[in-house]
């Protein structure tokens, strides 16, 4: 094999055309291998290598800095710097994050995880670059999907000045995760069709030189392309074609699914019938809904299989599906002018993506009070790259005025909340979306929601209180059944509401109660238990709160975040014994 001799970008520089060729091919094989044995970005990645072979080949990393935009295509470039043996051998499949890592390797400058980041990195290593008087070529990676985004074109408007080496990578594979949305795209469009002569052209307009490279997937064209700017001294776009998926053919004819994919994605698998998820009671709702009222609307920001809105289902909803391409803050905005002319909209976005909405959050939508509707996904603790924690959005939004955000924790409460939310007309509403298995009581919600903070007791007990918030709810029951066999009859509350305290049962407890333990699926640090925890501050009431630790956790067991964090259930118990 090519790959054997390949330890650093070093040696590509020995290699001739046909070597780097089969080096390619090599790639591909144990790329497709790897992440269908353990899940992961695959179609991006694909479609990269012969880029990112020629980059390595033509430029001197890391003294030449690279910046991948979402490292959504960094595995190629992994391989290439020293870390071939965690995509050859199955055993170090997970040895390495699927994003860059400076811990890694010297040849990555960030760790990043989230889009549109690239160019603003990477300018900032260009500045410090020129004022400490240093030679040397930055190069920013980044997709065509994530030019939409705010960051993108902010840093777009301000590299353009630097008046010195830089150079944009934009490799246009006329996708996003999904199907690009946006003007900005027709643009790209007319510079494909025209091979880049077009007089309308978005980067010369910013004051960009501008190349165009027809054949992205060639190495010898890109190598001969890529020396040709090589020290460039002025900001410089290089718009790269590539075909997203290159050289698998299920990625090539859906590239929105093997965008990312489960493991085994590629193996034969008998068919299976879906079970009832909260994915789908929302998107049935939505179907529903849509048809029955014009107003209502479905918005997403480029993410549009995590919540279930195939392409089937979009074309069902037409006009009332909204995708803002990778613009979240534009998004939040836009909802809450849709809500203030009248609209009914309810905006999807998973929970690591929303903190990139706080200050329309705050000022576009919740200052204003407009009634939008949004739907928060797969918030919780997880073994997740700590790119993409989910563990922030109850401590980040709970503490915004005006915004009602809501914890459901069975089909039934969700789907009353939801239905509240998009016909009210007071509040702007989120509700955290279980990421538990669906669980169905089979009896109506009939609490209304439009009186705030009033939490629900669903077990009357003394002594000590459980409160269980959204996911942990049934962790509090299950709880309350340990503390049963001490001869402890626990109060078990559903509290239903993250942003407000219910004063009147807090004053209850208090005449009846020694301990009070808060469970949520978050990070503690100015989240709900929090709330809790200082409303009793001045009383006797102990207060017991679980939840996360203020940290970036990457890829750790849940088993061992829950031992740290003393989140198994004979460790709480332990504590509330302890306590009494």
Request: hydrophobic residues 35%; aromatic residues 8%.
């Amino acid at each position: 094999m090519i790959l054997d001799k390949i330890n650093s970008p070093m040696d590509l520089k020995n290699l001739n055309l046909d070597e780097m060729n089969s080096l390619a091919n090599e790639m591909r094989e144990i790329i497709i291998k790897k992440v269908n044995t353990t899940g992961g970005h695959m179609a991006p990645n694909l479609g990269i290598i012969e880029t990112t072979i020629a980059l390595h080949y033509v430029f001197n990393s890391p003294v030449d800095k690279f910046v991948f935009d979402v490292s959504h295509q960094c595995y190629p470039h992994k391989i290439l710097t020293g870390r071939k043996n965690g995509f050859i051998n199955e055993e170090d499949y997970q040895k390495y994050t699927g994003y860059t890592a400076p811990e890694e390797s010297p040849h990555d400058m960030f760790k990043i995880g989230h889009t549109s980041t690239s160019i603003s990195l990477a300018s900032g290593l260009a500045k410090a670059r020129d004022l400490n008087n240093e030679n040397y070529n930055v190069i920013a990676l980044i997709g065509d999907g994530s030019l939409s985004g705010g960051e993108a074109l902010e840093g777009l408007n301000f590299a353009s000045k630097l008046n010195s080496n830089f150079i944009i990578i934009v490799n246009d594979n006329q996708m996003s995760i999904a199907q690009n949305y946006g003007g900005l795209y027709d643009n790209l469009a007319l510079l494909r069709e025209t091979k880049g002569k077009a007089e309308n052209n978005f980067f010369k307009t910013l004051g960009y030189d501008y190349l165009f490279v027809k054949n992205g997937n060639n190495i010898e064209k890109l190598i001969e392309e890529f020396q040709k700017i090589k020290n460039v001294n002025h900001p410089l776009v290089v718009h790269l074609i590539t075909e997203k998926g290159h050289g698998l053919q299920q990625a090539t004819d859906n590239k929105e699914k093997f965008h990312w994919i489960m493991p085994n994605e590629l193996d034969e698998k008998p068919e299976i019938t879906t079970n009832e998820c909260y994915t789908s009671i929302t998107v049935d709702y939505f179907l529903k809904k849509a048809k029955q009222d014009s107003s209502f609307a479905v918005v997403n920001a480029a993410t549009p299989g995590v919540f279930g809105l195939s392409k089937e289902i979009r074309e069902k909803l037409g006009k009332q599906y909204i995708d803002t391409a990778i613009a979240e803050e534009h998004a939040i905005a836009m909802i809450s002018g849709m809500a203030s002319n009248g609209a009914k909209p309810v905006f999807c976005i998973m929970s690591s993506f929303i903190q990139r909405t706080y200050d329309q959050l705050s000022q576009d939508l919740c200052l204003n009070s407009n009634p939008a509707t949004i739907l928060v996904y797969w918030g919780g603790i997880t073994e997740s790259d700590a790119t993409h924690l989910t563990t922030f959005d109850i401590s980040l939004m709970c503490n915004i005025p005006n915004l009602v955000y809501l914890a459901p924790t069975t089909k039934e409460e969700y789907l009353k909340m939801l239905d509240w939310s998009v016909e009210q007309s007071d509040f702007p509403v989120a509700i955290r979306v279980p990421s538990t298995e669906l669980i169905s009581v089979g009896a109506e919600d009939k609490t209304n929601y439009s009186i705030l903070n009033k939490y629900q007791i669903t077990k009357k007990g003394d002594s000590v209180a459980l409160m269980g918030l959204g996911n942990f709810y049934y962790k509090a029951v299950e709880i309350s059944k340990d503390l049963e066999k001490e001869g402890i009859n626990a109060t078990i509350i559903n509290p239903k509401f993250i942003t407000g305290i219910d004063v009147e049962l807090m004053e209850e407890l208090k005449k009846t109660h020694k301990v009070v333990v808060t469970l949520e699926d978050g990070e503690l640090n100015g989240g709900w238990g929090e709330k809790i925890a200082r409303y009793f501050g001045d009383s006797d009431m102990k207060v017991l709160n679980y939840g996360s630790h203020k940290e970036f956790s990457d890829r750790i067991p849940l088993n061992e975040l829950y031992t740290k964090y003393r989140l198994h259930n004979e460790l709480i118990l332990e504590d509330i014994k302890k306590a009494l």
